[in-house]
């Protein structure tokens, strides 16, 4: 929409957008791509300035297959991705140097291959995975901000990535062990909003236990935040409701390891992780 060259590269739904093209429902204003680039194989896009991530972290093992197509010597790969591991998975398959994260705080769903619903937010943060300075993280955050989206740099990723799961901890995993509720619902009930709390003080506990400590205010901040949504689904509910992998690893399982290695008691977390892996059908050993 800003007038970037941009190439997408997918895994199924390729024929719909190609025949379709990509429309976006927005808040912040529609815009449609009549026929985007849109492509399987890595080869045929080549060298690339920047690789987004946007898949969930349950298809990572195929960037070991995308990623090194498009490396070129000044190629920086930003993660997208929710929860804990992602740009160290990355780090694997490319330079670490390269890798970037950016944390979105937004509420969107793909309804279908060529349609997203965008009906909240859209703000995100960007940071580099190693230490470097901050050239870098301010020139793609100003390509962002040019383009409409919203975007901060900041200096230390990891801290961003616990704010982040201050939300998704309890908003992701509950929606699901409370049957299929979404935010509206869970806010409404007192039993689901005291746990909500209490999700958010442990996952506080553990970043604040990591170097990172986060201002008592950001959760009810973040439950402030979330009031307006209404009856939003967060993205794992949709997930499981439609019978996919949920991404238990990165969003409930890392926390939960962290926190015993740092020796951060989080009985509600280590439940809620217990009661996601019984409803998806999957044991994942930390």
């Not at 901050?134 to 955050?141: D, F, Q």
């Not at 996919?244 to 509600?268: F, K, N, T, Y």
Request: glycine share 8%.
């Amino acid at each position: 929409a800003a007038g970037h060259e941009v190439s997408f590269l997918g895994r199924s739904g390729l024929d719909e957008l190609r025949r379709e093209g990509l429309r976006a429902r927005s808040v912040a204003g529609d815009f449609f791509i009549a026929e985007p680039r849109v492509e399987s194989d890595p080869h045929r896009l080549g060298e690339q300035d920047a690789v987004l991530v946007a898949i969930k972290s349950t298809g990572n093992a195929i960037l070991r297959e995308w990623l090194p197509p498009l490396m070129g010597a000044q190629t920086v790969v930003v993660t997208l991705q929710n929860g804990l591991g992602n740009a160290e998975w990355l780090a694997q398959i490319v330079p670490a140097a390269a890798v970037m994260g950016a944390l979105c705080f937004v509420c969107i769903n793909r309804l279908q291959p060529g349609e997203i619903d965008h009906s909240a937010g859209g703000k995100i943060t960007l940071g580099d995975f190693l230490d470097s300075p901050p050239a870098r993280r301010e020139h793609w955050s100003a390509i962002f901000t040019a383009a409409g989206v919203p975007c901060e740099p900041v200096t230390q990723l990891e801290a961003a990535i616990w704010r982040k799961l201050v939300w998704n901890v309890p908003f992701n995993g509950l929606s699901i062990t409370e049957g299929g509720k979404d935010t509206a619902q869970l806010l409404a009930c007192p039993r689901t909003l005291s746990r909500i709390e209490t999700l958010m003080q442990e996952v506080c506990a553990i970043s604040a236990a990591r170097g990172y400590p986060i201002e008592e205010a950001w959760i009810e901040n973040n439950i402030a935040r979330t009031r307006p949504m209404n009856a939003y689904k967060p993205s794992s509910l949709i997930d499981w409701q439609a019978g996919r992998e949920v991404e238990l690893q990165s969003i409930w399982g890392e926390p939960v390891r962290h926190a015993r290695d740092c020796g951060v008691a989080v009985p509600q977390l280590t439940a809620l992780w217990a009661e996601l892996q019984r409803c998806c059908g999957r044991e994942v050993s930390l």
